[in-house]
């Protein structure tokens, strides 16, 4: 599985959002997309899972163009956790995550085998039955991976992943990620946690892909300064590492 943008401008009401974008994310790679806020990265994300147009340029997956996709083809190659996430839906979690496999035929006792995989690795075991709604904001997040997980796509699209999220959680969804061993492309906001799990990255700014490779040779204090408008200096800090036992 390969991601691969060429040139892709994105216009909405008339105005360019996105500017000329290139990005790759290849087989298996774990790829963060980060910048200040408005820069456009949610709209590139869009555009990539076929919400928006690019106005230029080209997507492709598994070097087909995704807006020459059928939606089923489509959704059999791309889950999406997006940044907006319904709060209010009128139906149990088991519900929502299998909603995943609406690209597939479905096979109930499989299907529920599956859901309730995904509700395990996300940390909701046994929750198929709460009613979604009634979930915290950190729950509801885990609850729709769970559903990217049961479309088992071999690319995954995340905007801001972790935003809702108390610290260990954040862990374990950043470690589940890139444990998968899916093609993953992952706005962040934090640059420490974006460099500790990604294998590249991209910085964004003004609506142009600025930067992007490995993220030490990537994040340099210049870039950081010259993007974000503040000084970024390296020294010790308290440092958070996942325990490995539920406490
Ligand atoms: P980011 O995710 O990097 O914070 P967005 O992609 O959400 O940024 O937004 C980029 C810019 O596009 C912002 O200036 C935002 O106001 C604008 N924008 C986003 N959605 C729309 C829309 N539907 N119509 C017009 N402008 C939009
Ligand atoms: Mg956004």
Same mark, same amino acid.
């Given at each position: 599985?390969?991601?691969?943008?060429?040139?892709?401008?994105?216009?909405?009401?008339?105005?360019?959002?996105?500017?000329?974008?290139?990005?790759?994310?290849?087989?298996?790679?774990?790829? %963060?997309?980060?910048?200040?806020?408005?820069?456009?990265?949610?709209?590139?994300?869009?555009?990539?899972?076929? /919400?928006?147009?690019?106005?230029?340029?080209?997507?492709?997956?598994?070097?087909?163009?995704?807006?020459?996709?059928?939606?089923?083809?489509?959704?059999?190659?791309? /889950?999406?956790?997006?940044?907006?996430?319904?709060?209010?839906?009128?139906? @149990?979690?088991?519900?929502?995550?299998?909603?995943?496999?609406?690209?597939?035929?479905?096979?109930?006792?499989?299907? %529920?085998?599956?859901?309730?995989? %995904?509700?395990?690795?996300?940390?909701?075991?046994?929750?198929?039955?709460?009613?979604?709604?009634?979930?915290?904001?950190?729950?509801?997040?885990?609850?729709?991976? /769970?559903?990217?997980?049961?479309?088992?796509?071999?690319?995954?699209?995340?905007?801001?992943? @972790?935003?809702?999220?108390?610290?260990?959680?954040?862990?374990?969804?950043?470690?589940?990620?890139?444990?998968?061993?899916?093609?993953?492309?992952?706005?962040?906001?934090?640059?420490?946690?974006?460099?500790?799990?990604?294998?590249?990255?991209?910085?964004?700014?003004?609506?142009?892909?600025?930067?992007?490779?490995?993220?030490?040779?990537?994040?340099?204090?210049?870039?950081?300064?010259?993007?974000?408008?503040?000084?970024?200096?390296?020294?010790?800090?308290?440092?958070?590492?996942?325990?490995?036992?539920?406490?």
């Amino acid at each position: 599985m390969r991601l691969d943008l060429r040139g892709v401008s994105v216009r909405l009401d008339g105005r360019p959002i996105v500017h000329e974008a290139d990005l790759l994310v290849g087989d298996g790679e774990f790829v %963060a997309l980060v910048g200040p806020n408005g820069c456009g990265k949610s709209t590139l994300l869009r555009t990539i899972y076929r /919400a928006l147009r690019p106005s230029a340029g080209l997507i492709r997956v598994d070097g087909d163009d995704v807006h020459g996709l059928s939606w089923r083809e489509s959704a059999r190659r791309t /889950a999406v956790v997006a940044q907006e996430t319904p709060s209010e839906l009128d139906f @149990t979690v088991g519900e929502v995550v299998l909603m995943g496999r609406t690209p597939y035929e479905r096979v109930a006792a499989a299907d %529920a085998e599956r859901c309730a995989r %995904a509700l395990d690795r996300v940390g909701l075991a046994g929750a198929e039955e709460r009613v979604y709604a009634t979930l915290s904001g950190g729950e509801k997040q885990r609850a729709l991976i /769970a559903r990217a997980l049961v479309q088992e796509t071999r690319l995954l699209l995340l905007d801001e992943p @972790t935003s809702h999220l108390d610290i260990r959680h954040q862990l374990e969804v950043l470690h589940l990620v890139r444990e998968l061993g899916v093609a993953t492309l992952a706005v962040l906001h934090d640059l420490n946690q974006a460099a500790a799990f990604c294998d590249r990255l991209y910085v964004m700014s003004a609506g142009r892909v600025l930067a992007g490779g490995p993220p030490g040779q990537v994040l340099t204090p210049e870039l950081i300064s010259e993007v974000y408008g503040v000084r970024a200096v390296r020294r010790s800090q308290l440092v958070f590492e996942r325990l490995k036992e539920e406490q």
